[in-house]
């Protein structure tokens, strides 16, 4: 049975930093795509970033480009979400998704697994 556990959300200030991790268990995904949405209340779940974990090619959205890092370590089957200069707007719950093709699709609907999601809260 897939997992994904993610861990690492909390209540910080704008401005700081936060490192988001997804444990995955049950399969590997080195052959797939493993990527962080984000969900703010009322609103639609939106792709973050995504990494493709054969060829380590990564992809964030405009809106975190520049300030968030999507990584990955294959030996630990994890994945990372560095989340730098955070600002109010970033407060969502953020989820990790797999998918079974390598491809990094930013449609939640082609995610094939979920982890629970982890609250992060941006205060100004």
């Known amino acids: 049975q897939v997992q994904l556990v993610e861990s690492g959300g909390g209540l910080v200030q704008t401005g700081s930093s936060l490192r988001l991790s997804c444990a995955a268990s049950?399969?590997?995904?080195?052959?797939?795509?493993m990527a962080w949405f984000r969900q703010a209340p009322g609103k639609e779940r939106e792709f973050v970033a995504g990494?493709?974990?054969?060829?380590?090619?990564?992809r964030h959205a405009d809106s975190v480009k520049g300030r968030f890092t999507i990584s990955g370590d294959n030996a630990r089957n994890t994945l990372y979400l560095q989340m730098n200069s955070l600002k109010a707007e970033d407060t969502a719950v953020y989820y990790c998704?797999?998918?079974?093709?390598?491809?990094?699709?930013?449609?939640?609907?082609?995610?094939?697994?979920w982890g629970q999601g982890t609250q992060v809260t941006v205060s100004s």
């Open positions: 998704a797999a998918r079974n093709l390598g491809l990094i699709i930013g449609d939640a609907a082609g995610y094939d697994y």
């Open positions: 049950g399969r590997t995904f080195s052959n797939s795509a």
């Open positions: 990494i493709r974990w054969s060829s380590g090619y990564t």
